[in-house]
């Protein structure tokens, strides 16, 4: 039983540029949530997707924005790169339907620089 | 705003020995409460969680303490191993279901020395 992938493991983008990250969760789940963990810091969230729509949202800018596919994998896409954004992107996977929170599987992240 | 705090980054403990890892919480709201360790270049993995109706959960070695008042959680690790080596993570979520997100500490590192 394959956990949560993400893909790809490692990316480097110049400034100004757009990216797009890629999860696939694992079997039988059917939410996404995205974290952003920058170095020396905790997971940080980003937004979660069930049922193709963007159930809630952490304190982030609009250049963050995201998709749920009806197979329940999903993309992160991050416009307008900045220096900051430079971190690890985790996805995290769940049940949305009122299962308890130690649910969450997360996957091993993609590690963006932003140069 | 940092909601959930992690004090001392690091934690260097002898084989056997007790590790405890110390975490706080500012935000009310948090009822439900979780430790998540992490090895390099692998994502988090659930360890042991605590609701807020109680004061001590115990999974084998591993041992989390709640104090409300003091909005305060302790992980104990009894005999700590080598394989104990990885980064601790507190987090705190408002709700216990699958759909709500979860707040972070930014970490504890602990090497358990052989």
């Known amino acids: 039983d394959a956990g949560v992938t993400q893909s790809p493991t490692h990316l480097i983008k110049t400034r100004g540029q757009q990216v797009t990250l890629r999860c696939s969760p694992k079997?039988?789940?059917?939410?996404v949530s995205w974290y952003q963990q920058a170095l020396g810091q905790g997971p940080q969230f980003i937004f979660q997707y069930y049922e193709e729509e963007e159930r809630q949202r952490g304190n982030f800018p609009d250049r963050f924005s995201g998709h749920q596919f009806p197979n329940y994998s999903s993309e992160l896409n991050v416009n307008a790169l900045l220096l900051g954004d430079s971190a690890l992107y985790l996805c995290?996977?769940?049940?949305?339907?009122?299962?308890?929170?130690?649910?969450?599987?997360f996957g091993s992240g993609t590690r963006l620089t932003v140069v | 705003d940092q909601q959930v705090k992690q004090n001392s980054p690091s934690l260097s403990v002898q084989e056997g020995r007790i590790s405890i890892l110390n975490c706080d919480y500012t935000?009310?709201?948090?009822?439900?409460f979780l430790w998540y360790k992490k090895y390099p270049a692998e994502g988090p993995t659930f360890l042991i969680s605590?609701?807020?109706?109680?004061d001590k959960n115990e999974d084998g070695r591993f041992t989390v303490f709640l104090n409300k008042s003091a909005k305060h959680l302790s992980l104990h690790i009894v005999p700590s191993q080598p394989g104990d080596s990885a980064v601790y993570f507190c987090?705190?979520?408002?709700?216990?279901?699958?759909?709500?997100?979860?707040?972070f500490g930014k970490g504890n590192q602990v090497v358990v020395i052989p």
């Open positions: 079997s039988g789940h059917d939410t």
């Open positions: 935000n009310s709201m948090f009822d439900y």
């Open positions: 987090a705190a979520s408002a709700g216990f279901y699958g759909n709500n997100r979860l707040a």
């Open positions: 605590i609701s807020s109706i109680k």
């Open positions: 995290a996977s769940s049940l949305g339907r009122d299962r308890e929170v130690y649910g969450y599987t």
